[in-house]
């Protein structure tokens, strides 16, 4: 073969490889883009199927809620997440909604079943101020112990709201109706807090543990959500 030949052939084929790379690179990121956009029209499709109109619409006005509140200052956000679910969701143990000691439910089966526990309140306000852009880094679950006057305390889970990361919390609870920051919460006793990125323990400044390695129900309900659609 003629040595120009060659170097043309070499070169349509190096074209060939490069844009062959390229189409499965930008497939890949278009997978990737996918997977982390929730898909809502499908949250409410499942809301519909499963649990019936009540329920589909419920998550319309949650949809109609994180549209609304895209613009809004993440103060504004905080609290109107907040007021949503404490006013739309009642407050049921798990055994009574599942028939089980100990579930965290997915947005869509919280608000599916029109009640939950704690957990639930606060997984689903996490995950919504989520979608609205609100990052880890702000954002953390809190196991607390709660307790009032003399009684016994009681296990129980916030959501914690960071102005900036290093800031005091604002909490986030379904037994009280406005958020308030942390100083003002003295009835309430950190045991540990996680996120997506990491677990703390009480006060730690640095995370100690992936919390999907070391909480399977977290684990359990992240990927339930995943096949929800968000």
């Not at 907040?82 to 000691?101: A, G, H, I, P, S």
């Not at 406005?178 to 640095?206: E, H, I, K, Q």
């Amino acid at each position: 073969m003629p040595k120009l030949q060659s170097i043309r052939l070499n070169t349509a084929v190096r074209g060939l490889w490069l844009g062959a790379c390229a189409l499965v690179l930008g497939l890949s990121l278009a997978y990737v883009a996918s997977l982390a956009e929730p898909n809502l029209d499908k949250t409410q499709a499942l809301a519909l199927q499963r649990y019936g109109e009540r329920a589909a619409q419920t998550i319309a006005a949650w949809r109609q809620l994180i549209e609304e509140s895209r613009a809004l200052p993440d103060n504004d956000k905080v609290n109107k997440v907040n007021t949503f679910f404490n006013r739309r969701v009642l407050f049921k143990t798990d055994m009574e909604v599942y028939n089980q000691e100990d579930y965290w439910a997915t947005p869509l089966e919280f608000m599916g079943n029109g009640a939950g526990d704690c957990e639930d309140f606060a997984i689903s306000k996490y995950m919504t101020l989520q979608m609205l852009g609100i990052g880890n880094e702000h954002l953390r679950l809190v196991y607390v112990r709660y307790k009032v006057g003399t009684t016994t305390p009681i296990a129980h889970m916030v959501l914690g709201y960071y102005p900036q990361p290093t800031e005091e919390p604002l909490i986030l609870d379904n037994l009280i109706s406005s958020v308030r920051p942390a100083s003002m919460r003295t009835d309430l006793s950190p045991v540990f807090s996680f996120n997506g990125d990491g677990l703390w323990v009480g006060g730690a400044a640095t995370s100690s543990a992936d919390p999907t390695a070391r909480l399977s129900r977290w684990r359990d309900v992240l990927a339930r959500m995943r096949l929800e659609g968000l």
